[in-house]
């Protein structure tokens, strides 16, 4: 499977979309939980992943630490919606 990812100016990023020490920055990890959690969760974790485009790093981290399962779970649905919107985009 191929990984697309598109980097914001500045982020020097490999083909998994992950920075060059195997982490994802902040942004990144806090962006791919959103989108899974309002992509794939039901009624309450959809509004958590609402919650998270307006929180924070502090308010983040709290959701995060709190929902621990629900963060883990979310990320990987993200990351991997995340790959199959990108395939899916015309060549330019």
């Not at 307006?54 to 779970?73: G, Q």
Request: proline share 2%; glycine share 10%; aromatic share 10%.
């Amino acid at each position: 499977m191929i990984q697309i990812f598109i980097a914001r100016p500045g982020k020097q990023k490999s083909g998994s979309g992950k920075t060059m020490n195997n982490k994802l920055d902040w942004e990144d990890e806090k962006h791919f939980v959103a989108l899974g959690m309002q992509t794939y969760g039901g009624g309450f974790v959809k509004l958590l992943g609402e919650s998270l485009l307006h929180a924070d790093k502090s308010n983040s981290l709290k959701i995060k630490d709190t929902f621990s399962e629900y963060w883990e779970e979310y990320l990987e649905k993200g990351k991997d919606l995340e790959i199959q919107t990108k395939s899916k985009l015309p060549a330019k």
